[in-house]
C-alpha cells in the first residue's frame, strides 16, 4: 500500500532492537484518514470472504479494527489483557507474549462473542514473531470458529512471525512489509 | 440518546458493585454502527468549537474515539497505560486509578502530540469517579493546550464523577446518565 509506505518512510524512526516508531500516525497519535484507506484495503483484499467478526488486541488494534470494521458491516471484538469487572467468568484464554513490552501476558475473549459459525478476520497493527495472530488463533480453534486471514498493517519481514504463520496456512495480507532496518533505513519487500 | 439507551435497557447487566456490563455492544464487543451514531451526537454537541485533537485513555475509550474522529476530521491521541518500546522518553505523565480494575495506573502521553495550541475533547465509554478525566486534564493542562470538554457514552450518574468535574467547570456531555441501578434496575436521569 503505497500511501502507508511513503508515510511510514517519512514519519518512522528506526530504533535499537529492531523496533520501528510510528506513533505519529499509527499506535499513540492515530491518523483517522490514513486509517480509512486502510480498512479500504482490507476490505477489497478480505471482502469476499463473507467475514462475520473483526478480532483484534488491546490497544494498538483496536482503532484499526473499528474503522476497518466499517467496511464489512461486522462487529469488532478485542481480547483483554487485564482482568476486569467487566469481564465475565466463561472465558477463552491464550498466552501472549509482546515483542514491545517484553512480558508474558494471557488475553481473554468472553465465550459469548465467538460462535462456532464465526468467519474471522484477525487485524492488528504489527506483525512481528507472530505471538499475538498464533494466541487469537488459539482462542478461534477453541471456540471451533473458522479464522480466515489476518489483515496486518506493518510486517517486519525479518522477524519470524509472517513466515511461521504462512508456513500454517493463514493467510496473512500486511500492506507494508519490510525487510531491512539495518543501519536505520527502512527497506521495503 | 434514545438509541443508546435502549441497547442498554436490552443488553446491560448490573452486577454486583455498581458495575454496569455492556460488553455486548460497547467494551469487548463493539457494535460499529452504534459507534457511528455516538460519534455523530459527540459531534453534534462540540461541532462548533474548532476541536484539534480527541484524546481518550487505551483500551475501551479507542475505538469511539476513533469513530467519533471522522466527524471531526481530527487525530486521535490515547494515553498509554503501560510502558512500551514503542513511547518516548519525552512524556507527560498522571496517576489515575481504574474504578473497573480496582489499581492505580499511570497513564503517558508523548509531549509530541499535545501542543499548546490544542483544542481537546476528551472521549470515553464511562464516566465514574472521574479519575481518567482528571488524568488526561493534569496533562493537557501540563502542556497548555486547552480542554473543551469530555464527551462520556454512560456516566454513572449515582457516583461523585459528573458533579466533581462540573463543578470544576468542565463541559461534560453524557449520551446517557444512568441515576441508579438498585436492584438491578436501571433508571436513567
Known amino acids: 500500500m503505497q500511501l502507508l509506505k511513503e508515510r511510514i518512510l517519512s514519519e518512522g524512526r528506526v530504533e535499537k532492537e529492531s ?23 482490507f476490505h477489497k ?13 488491546e490497544a494498538s488494534g483496536i482503532g484499526i479494527a473499528c474503522i476497518t470494521a466499517q467496511y464489512f458491516n461486522v ?8 482482568m476486569s469487572k467487566n469481564l465475565d467468568d466463561d ?7 509482546s515483542y514491545t513490552k517484553g512480558v508474558d501476558c494471557t488475553i481473554r475473549i468472553s465465550k459469548k462473542y465467538i460462535r462456532k459459525s464465526d468467519k474471522i478476520l484477525i487485524i492488528d497493527d504489527f506483525l512481528a ?15 471451533g470458529a473458522e479464522l480466515v486471514g489476518a489483515g496486518i498493517v506493518i510486517e517486519k519481514g525479518f522477524q519470524k512471525g ?17 525487510d531491512s532496518m539495518e543501519n536505520g ?4 519487500r
Chains 1, 2 share one sequence.
Not at 75 to 82: C, D, L, Q, T
Not at 162 to 178: D, H, K, P, Q, Y
Not at 185 to 188: D, H, N, S, V
Open 162 to 178: 509472517g513466515t511461521l504463520l504462512r508456513n500454517m496456512g493463514i493467510r496473512v495480507e500486511s500492506l507494508a512489509i519490510i
Open 19 to 41: 523496533i520501528l516508531k510510528v506513533d505519529s500516525f499509527l499506535n499513540h497519535q492515530i491518523d483517522v484518514n490514513l486509517f480509512n484507506e486502510i480498512g479500504k484495503e
Open 45 to 57: 483484499r478480505f471482502h469476499d470472504e463473507n467475514i462475520t467478526k473483526i478480532v483484534t488486541i
Open 75 to 82: 462487529p469488532v471484538v478485542f481480547a483483554k489483557k487485564a
Open 129 to 143: 514473531n507472530g505471538n499475538a495472530i498464533l494466541g487469537l488463533k488459539e482462542i478461534i480453534d477453541e471456540a
Open 91 to 97: 472465558l477463552f484464554e491464550s498466552k501472549v507474549c
Open 185 to 188: 533505513k527502512i527497506i521495503f
